[in-house]
T-cell receptor, first 111, second 116 residues
Framework: GNSVTQMEGPVTLSEEAFLTINCTYT??????LFWYVQYPGEGLQLLLK???ADDKGSNKGFEATYRKETTSFHLEKGSVQVSDSAVYFC??????????WGAGTKLIIKP | EAGVTQFPSHSVIEKGQTVTLRCDPI?????LYWYRRVMGKEIKFLLH????????ESGMPNNRFLAERTGGTYSTLKVQPAELEDSGVYFC??????????????FGPGTRLTVL
């Protein structure tokens, strides 16, 4: 069946550091892939998405590329800020339109 | 445009009681989804409405959970009777139309349910 695996957190970085949060998936076919973010005290917000192989999603300085050959969708940002502290979720959309989620990675950015 | 809203934001009940969660989707969105995150685990799909019809309820854990969407607008999720393992955060999401690669699910802030 479909599944998503994310690197475990928490991930702690200093401000302006480079960020990578790994995400790999198992799926039949070529699902759409998503990164959602949950800031403290808030709901889930769509951060970026990619709908086919080699697509790159980007938003707010974050990027992720849909890699079919490695079944991955790693999230990257060149220079993180304290305001990026949040929980990040990788997800794929199954054939029935439901989202299948990774466990979430808590990101802590220290000034 | 108003986003997805959920009520209440937090509910604390005792085991055996009944709780009803409400979700108001974005206006004009035919699709409505319920998900939940039990403590320490992944977010899991519960069910999917298209307008007032249940398209997929494969994620509903058992018959203590009842979801409705009368008139195809807001939805309710009732848990009766609640058990300790039902504690978690219940998220609602809506989307304009399924079947499109560009379709995006927009989430509400969630309802945190605590069963004592």
């Amino acid at each position: 069946g479909n599944s998503v695996t994310q690197m475990e957190g928490p991930v702690t970085l200093s401000e302006e550091a480079f960020l990578t949060i790994n995400c790999t998936y198992t799926a039949t076919g070529y699902p759409s892939l998503f990164w959602y973010v949950q800031y403290p005290g808030e709901g889930l917000q769509l951060l970026l998405k990619a709908t086919k192989a080699d697509d790159k999603g980007s938003n707010k300085g974050f990027e992720a590329t849909y890699r079919k050959e490695t079944t991955s969708f790693h999230l990257e940002k060149g220079s993180v800020q304290v305001s990026d502290s949040a929980v990040y979720f990788c997800a794929l959309r199954g054939s029935n339109y439901q989202l299948i989620w990774g466990a979430g990675t808590k990101l802590i950015i220290k000034p | 445009e108003a986003g997805v809203t959920q009520f209440p934001s937090h509910s604390v009940i005792e085991k055996g009681q009944t709780v009803t969660l409400r979700c108001d989707p974005i206006s004009g969105h035919d699709n409505l989804y319920w998900y939940r995150r039990v403590m320490g685990k992944e977010i899991k799909f519960l069910l999917h409405f298209v307008k007032e019809s249940k398209q997929d309820e494969s994620g509903m854990p058992n018959n203590r959970f009842l979801a409705e969407r009368t008139g195809g607008t807001y939805s309710t999720l009732k848990v009766q009777p609640a058990e300790l393992e039902d504690s978690g955060v219940y998220f609602c999401a809506s989307s304009k139309m399924s079947g499109l690669e560009t379709d995006t699910q927009y989430f509400g802030p969630g309802t945190r349910l605590t069963v004592l």
